[in-house]
């Protein structure tokens, strides 16, 4: 499985981004994608999984009721991690992964895109 992220750019604090992770491959294997963060200086974080049959998705703390992912309807390997009320403390590299089983590790990880949330 390959994953390509993308989407990360400049916003100012307040506004939106929309990440998207695009998984190639034997996709039909998967049982979840996650995105993690990491902000300089500081060691990678979860911020929210969705299970790859359709749902549900868990959330950090950090960004529960700011942050939604969903599945594209129409390009079936795509999963967005929408981001709104962003601060400055989100700021960080974003990076997809997936993994074939849960609890387990994860198997597959993207290259990362950066996000950068301007006060």
């Known amino acids: 499985v390959q994953l390509q992220a993308s989407g990360g750019g400049l916003v100012q604090a307040g506004g939106s981004l929309r990440l998207s992770c695009a998984a190639s491959g034997r996709t039909f294997d998967l049982y979840d994608i996650g995105w993690f963060r990491q902000a300089p200086g500081k060691e990678r974080e979860f911020v929210g999984r969705?299970?790859?049959?359709?749902?549900?998705?868990?959330f950090a703390d950090a960004v529960k009721g700011r942050f939604t992912m969903s599945r594209d309807n129409a390009a079936n390997t795509v999963v967005y991690l929408q981001m709104n009320s962003l601060k400055s403390e989100d700021t960080a590299v974003y990076f997809c992964?997936?993994?074939?089983?849960?609890?387990?590790?994860?198997?597959?990880w993207g290259q990362g895109t950066q996000v950068t949330v301007s006060s």
């Open positions: 969705y299970k790859w049959s359709r749902g549900p998705t868990y």
């Open positions: 992964a997936a993994r074939l089983r849960s609890p387990g590790s994860w198997n597959f």
